[in-house]
C-alpha cells in the first residue's frame, strides 16, 4: 500500500482511499469535495484531508446514507462538507437531525 503524504496527485488519493479517480472526480463536481489547487504542469494536488473526506464519504455511505444525505447538514460541516478530523485516530461522528 502507498504511503500517506501531504499531497497526492488524483490517481495516488483515488488508490489511498479505495476507490476511482472518476469517482474523486465526482465527488468534486457534486460539491462533496473542495476542488484541488492546480500545480503549474496542471495536475491536480489534493491535501491528506481530502483522502479524509473520502474515506469518510464511503464509511457513510456503507452505512446506508446517500450521498445526498452525506452532503446535507444532517451530518454535514459547514459548506455542505463532511466533517473530517486531521488524525485517523479520531473518527468522524454523525450528527442526527432533531426531531420535531
Do not use: H, W
Amino acid at each position: 500500500m502507498p504511503q500517506e503524504r501531504e499531497e497526492y496527485r488524483i490517481g495516488q488519493l483515488a488508490k489511498l482511499a479505495d476507490v476511482k479517480p472518476d469517482t474523486v472526480r465526482f465527488y468534486e463536481r457534486t460539491g462533496l469535495l473542495d476542488k484541488p489547487r492546480r500545480n503549474p504542469n496542471g495536475y491536480r494536488s489534493y491535501r491528506k484531508a481530502t483522502l479524509y473526506e473520502i474515506r469518510f464519504i464511503r464509511k457513510a455511505q456503507s452505512l446506508g446514507f446517500s450521498l445526498d444525505e452525506v452532503g446535507s447538514s444532517a451530518c454535514a460541516g459547514a459548506g455542505g462538507r463532511p466533517v473530517v478530523t486531521s488524525s485517523p485516530l479520531q473518527r468522524p461522528r454523525f450528527r442526527r437531525p432533531r426531531q420535531s
